[in-house]
């Protein structure tokens, strides 16, 4: 029998993402997150925040468009990838809907049978917001993008990842309130 998870979108706050990255979910990127205090005039700083495994090959930025209106392609990636939520902010609505445990965890609760709706959440995302609209989402973190039904432009953004990088799916059901 399929479990069918009943979701409602919430803010994408600044509250809200920290609370994500304190769980190990995303990398938030803004202004003054990697400030290098004490560099001398004249002189400069590199701070890699992560580097790519080998494996999934050079990176690559993309641009996205989506106008999928039900969540396809929930899982997750064999690397980081970078979220730039640079955006039409009159364009409709983008939404992205993320586990709230790592990968292996939530397929363990899956299996159990213990996979509920608080296992996840649905974020009402905000464009060209320093504090929430630019982040890192780790490999282990099942997601997957869609938009708001109707009509207007489809929402864009970017995306920085992997070159060969390889997502995996797993098949779940969902019943939004938008």
Known sequence: MEKIFHLKPVAMTKERMLELEE?????????????????EEGTGSVKPLYISDIAAGAHKIIAITKNVTTPKGFGCHCDN???????????????LL???DP????????A???LSDEDF?????RFNDVECSFFTMLKTTAHTEFTAAGEGIPPSFYVTEPASMITHYDEYAFELEL
């Open 23 to 39: 769980r190990g979910l995303i990398y938030l990127l803004g202004p003054g997150k990697h400030f290098v205090p004490g560099i």
């Open 98 to 100: 993320m586990a709230l």
């Open 81 to 95: 990838e970078e979220f730039l939520l640079i955006g039409d902010p009159g364009s409709k609505k983008l939404y």
């Open 121 to 125: 959440i649905l974020l009402d995302c």
């Open 112 to 114: 159990e049978g213990t």
């Open 103 to 110: 990968e292996e965890l939530m397929m363990r609760k899956y």
